[in-house]
């Protein structure tokens, strides 16, 4: 006699627990290393494309070779509103968290400018 699986869950907290449970495995997916590397490298490419043909070199973005979430960024002034554009311009591809990753970005982006008009 043939075994049928029940696409359903068994009960309301097998149901719960799977969410629970891919809810936090798609939140650590989009911190990964890998993750955060492809998204920094479609943001510098994309920046080089949009900004002004004189500030293309301006752009470089580092992954560290022992803490592999830290990324050094090296932007020309001039060049940080091309690169906030679009980080923002990727942000609704990206992952959840990933996009939450790329906000402190362009938090920390912001408040270096400050300090330099301060």
């Not at 590397?37 to 301006?58: F, G, I, Q």
């Not at 923002?88 to 990753?101: N, R």
């Not at 790329?102 to 938090?107: A, D, G, P, R």
């Amino acid at each position: 006699m043939p075994v049928y699986h029940c696409v359903y869950p068994e009960t309301p907290i097998d149901y719960a627990s799977s969410k629970i449970i891919s809810g936090v495995k798609n939140l650590r997916e989009g911190l990964d290393p890998d993750v955060l590397a492809y998204w920094y490298k479609r943001v510098e490419d994309r920046s080089k494309e949009v900004v002004p043909r004189h500030l293309k070199h301006k752009i470089h973005f580092e992954q560290d070779r022992v803490l592999w979430m830290k990324f050094k960024l090296d932007v020309s002034k001039r060049a940080v509103p091309y690169v906030m554009q679009v980080i923002q311009e990727y942000m609704p591809m990206m992952p959840y968290s990933t996009a939450l990753y790329f906000t402190k970005v362009q938090e920390i982006l912001t408040d270096e400018m400050n300090k330099e008009l301060r």
